[in-house]
């Protein structure tokens, strides 16, 4: 397996409990394509490895946990590629109008 971070997408997300994306800034030089990616499911459509189950488990273990904020590696495969990162997980609670929303900050860099 070759270590290739080309096919993931780095940077800071903000998404909801369910992986919507709510806020994406791109790590480094702007990419093609970075504001596409707010209004789609991380999971299924803007990150979307081989091992996309694994992910998405990581991170609803930490949205039901109760951590304020975590620090992992994870590998991401796409195929014969590896992709290994360093995931920052913090938890967001906002007050908007009286209403309370949930979300969660992943910030996805080189390992």
Same mark, same amino acid.
């Given at each position: 397996?070759?270590?290739?971070?080309?096919?993931?997408? +780095?940077?800071?997300?903000? &998404? %909801? =409990? $369910?992986?919507?994306?709510?806020?994406?800034?791109?790590?480094?030089?702007?990419?093609? @394509?970075?504001?596409?990616?707010?209004?789609?499911? +991380?999971?299924?459509?803007? &990150? %979307? =490895? $081989?091992?996309?189950?694994?992910?998405?488990?990581?991170?609803?273990?930490?949205?039901? @946990?109760?951590?304020?904020?975590?620090?992992?590696?994870?590998?991401?495969?796409?195929?014969?590629?590896?992709?290994?990162?360093?995931?920052?997980?913090?938890?967001?609670?906002?007050?908007?109008?009286?209403?309370?929303?949930?979300?969660?900050?992943?910030?996805?860099?080189?390992?």
């Amino acid at each position: 397996m070759q270590d290739n971070l080309e096919v993931l997408r +780095l940077g800071l997300f903000e &998404i %909801s =409990p $369910d992986g919507k994306v709510l806020y994406y800034k791109p790590e480094g030089p702007p990419r093609d @394509g970075a504001e596409a990616a707010v209004g789609r499911n +991380l999971f299924a459509e803007v &990150i %979307s =490895p $081989d091992n996309a189950r694994e992910f998405q488990d990581l991170l609803h273990n930490f949205t039901h @946990g109760r951590e304020p904020s975590r620090s992992v590696e994870f590998t991401f495969l796409f195929g014969a590629t590896a992709a290994p990162a360093r995931l920052l997980l913090a938890r967001m609670r906002e007050q908007t109008n009286g209403e309370g929303r949930d979300s969660i900050f992943v910030h996805i860099r080189k390992a």
